[in-house]
């Protein structure tokens, strides 16, 4: 696909309103499950109570 067709398609997409809702729904899924991602994140972290000065 050129740059072009990309643009072209990009532009497409946003006039008809895809992107928006793309966006939208992910906000919707995020706001949703952000606390599943926010428990995942917390348990790779190391629990050391122990810092370096």
């Known amino acids: 696909m050129s740059v072009g067709d990309y643009i ?3 532009v497409r ?3 008809g309103g ?3 809702r793309g ?3 992910a ?3 995020l ?3 952000q606390s599943v991602f926010d428990e995942a994140e ?3 972290r190391p629990t050391s109570a ?3 000065a």
């Open 8 to 10: 072209a398609a990009l």
């Open 13 to 15: 997409e946003d006039v």
């Open 18 to 20: 895809l992107r928006q």
């Open 23 to 25: 966006l939208d729904a």
């Open 27 to 29: 906000r919707r899924f």
């Open 31 to 33: 706001d949703e499950h």
């Open 42 to 44: 917390d348990a790779e």
């Open 50 to 52: 122990a810092h370096a």
